[in-house]
């Protein structure tokens, strides 16, 4: 699987020529962040500077990722394109749809058996456009990447939140949806707002149960959820050189959790040292010749409150290790407090279940800091009071810790081995009992811990840590647990003390695999057929939504006003509905089946205007639809939080809502809406989302007049004959606008290749 050394090659050639026009145009030192984005504007370089948070700005990505789930409403549209193959270097990740149940050959056969009609459909599409295939438990999209195409400098999208993975070997790695993600395949450009920058500065190092994944456990505590939005995180400092790569692919993955664009480290020996271990050394030596572009400028570490937005500095000698949770992924506690803080709040104390993987966690590197502690419980007479379970990051990965002894050690724990796959992290997992619906705790290694993720219960209480301290706790059962300070009790009755993990940044003996699980596409696809049932209940060709009328939009429903948490899973649902992620209208069955009814406290349950009953949400959508009656989603805080899930966008535009008027946006979200021809609006008066009432009607009175910068009038009619104005903002600039009049982005792609 080649890596694209002629692509690297360009962008190296050209960079050092953009940035020096990049600092003459600002007149000021850059920071890596912006060095990397001033190099791939997509007009050839830099021709004047942008305000952050402000700008809408066109980049050319090198590469794209897609991971399956996704991959499918994806390459769905790209062949609406017209396009005879990718503009860009790309593949396809097939790890979403195995489910976790009975380890790894048994579920992998199951999902081959269940989702064939799948995965050859995204294995000839592939393989007809040029598209770099990597079959069914070849390993996480993420882990894939950065063992094989991330590289220092380099730009890169993809069609999964967590794509800023790559961010760990010094890429600008972002998520998208699948329409952004179309536009580049297709040789547009790809559009983002310039983003703000927060600087983290790490000093000291790491020593004993602290890892990598505690420092951005420390950071999702101070930013919380939403505290990244439309921002880059960029690392810094002696600390940051003292961290392994695979431990800044850690970081930067979970940068995700606090609504950053992206999370990215400077070019250092540690990334040089992945590079040679995983087979790049040409890559290796192109980086150290241009190292000066690959970091930040000295100045600007020397004195980063001048040079970024906000800055928070880390000292990882007296770093703690943190739990975080439960239900959220920024609620951090040291692990010294756990056991006061549980205790407290009525958290389930005893761990059913530690779990440990996922694209956050399943490096070599943490495979065997685990495994250090699973050793050390066999020797010292201790046997796990949770059930245990691992899924390594890769093919790689799995082959090269089960020659060196790593996986036999965990199976000695009785530990069940998974498929290199997404698993229990994205819901993938068959957990037996789980359909009771019982209170109880679970510790794993991912990244995302929103009630009902892993196991569909919304009583299970999830809690995220790393590897090593997943072990230790599923070790002890005991979710208060502090293996700096406590002992246990061992099969012949004494009391034991685990000793800090160990392990090995690269193994010793260097990566090995037999196969990696890539498949080459076709040189020539022109003759390779996409075959689409129509009578599929899997996949669906799409068909081009309609496009604006260019009227005034009036008589709109409210469909609901979702209260609180509001995400993609909420709104779109993982787990057994990912076997529906081709079939636009099948998956449209879960929308917004997981959001929070303000009226009624419950979930699934809006009233119809129509007859005055309650119903299923996505029924009494489709009753609007057939009806002609258009309805508005309204939303609260931080609406559509999560992963890029486009059919979270693309479901409601599909059942016939025409707008989302929110208190505020996660960043992807708002992306896919506008994508989608959808009207992506936050409440100017964030107390009007109060005045929206269960029986409310809305008129747009202005949207003939559609404008950037200029806010929307909608008038919410109300059933006792009242009315209230609600003025609402936007971010939709010019070329956005187009996409709403087409009907979509794709829409108007599809306009242009035919003009």
Known sequence: MAFDLDMIKKVYSQMGDRINKAKELTGKPLTLSEKILYSHLYDGGPTETYTRGESYVDFAPDRIACQDATAQMALLQFMQAGKLKVAVPTTVHCDHLIQAKIGAAADLQNAINTSNEVFNFLDSVSSKYGIGFWKPGAGIIHQVVLENYAFPGGLMIGTDSHTVNAGGLGMVAVGVGGADAVDVMAGMAWELKFPKLIGVKLTGKMNGWTSAKDVILKVAGILTVKGGTGAIVEYFGEGAKNLSCTGKG?????????????????????????????????????????????????????????????????????????????????????????????????????????????????????????????????????????????????????????????????????????????????????????????????????????????????????????????????????????????????????????????????????????????????????????????????????????????????????????????????????????????????????????????????????????????????????????AGIPTIVVGDQNYGEGSSREHAAMQPRHLGVIAVLVKSFARIHETNLKKQGMLGLTFANEADYDKIQEDDTFDFIDLTSFAPGKPLTLVAKHADGSEDTIMANHTYNAGQIEWFKAGSALNLIKKQNNA
């Not at 009226?599 to 959508?621: I, R």
């Open 250 to 626: 850690t970081i930067c993955n979970m940068g995700a959790e606090i609504g950053a664009t992206t999370s990215t480290f400077g070019y250092d020996d540690s990334m040089e040292r992945y590079l040679r271990a995983t087979g790049r050394a040409e890559v290796a030596d192109l980086a150290n010749g241009i190292k000066e572009h690959l970091t930040g400028d000295a100045e600007v570490y020397a004195n980063p409150e001048k040079y970024f937005d906000q800055v928070i500095e880390i000292d990882l000698d007296t770093l703690s290790p943190h739990v975080n949770g439960p239900f959220t992924p920024d609620l951090a506690t040291p692990i010294a407090e756990m056991a006061e803080k549980a205790k407290a709040n009525d958290w389930p104390t005893k761990v059913e279940w530690g779990l440990i993987g996922s694209c956050t966690n399943s490096s070599y590197e943490d495979m065997s800091r685990a495994a250090s502690i699973a050793e050390q419980a066999v020797a010292k007479g201790l046997k796990p009071k949770a059930e245990f379970g691992i899924n390594p990051g890769s093919e790689q990965v799995r082959y090269t810790i089960e020659r060196d002894g790593i996986i036999d050690t965990f199976e000695k724990l009785g530990t069940k081995v998974f498929t290199n796959a997404c698993g229990p992290c994205i819901g993938q997992w068959d957990r037996a009992g789980a359909d009771k619906k019982e209170k109880n705790t679970i510790v794993h290694s991912f990244n995302r811990n929103f009630a009902k993720r892993a196991d569909g219960n919304p009583n299970t209480h999830a809690f995220v840590t790393s590897p090593e301290m997943v072990a230790a706790l599923a070790i002890a059962g005991d979710l208060g647990f502090n293996p700096i300070t406590d002992t246990l009790t061992n099969d012949r009755g004494e009391q034991v003390k685990l000793d800090p993990p160990k392990g090995e940044e690269l193994p010793s003996k260097g990566f090995d695999v037999e196969d990696a699980g890539y498949k080459e596409p076709a040189v020539d696809g022109t003759g390779i057929e996409v075959a689409v049932s129509p009578d599929s209940k899997r996949l669906q060709l799409l068909e081009p939504f309609a496009p604006w009328d260019g009227k005034n939009i009036t008589g709109a429903k409210l469909l609901i006003k979702a209260q609180g948490k509001c995400t993609t899973d909420h709104i779109s649902m993982a787990g057994p509905w990912l076997r529906f992620r081709g079939h636009l209208d099948n998956i449209a069955n879960n929308t917004l089946t997981g959001a929070v009814n303000a009226f009624n406290g419950e979930t699934d349950s809006v009233k119809s205007q129509l007859d005055g009953a309650y119903g299923a949400v996505p029924d009494v959508q489709r009753a609007y639809k057939a």
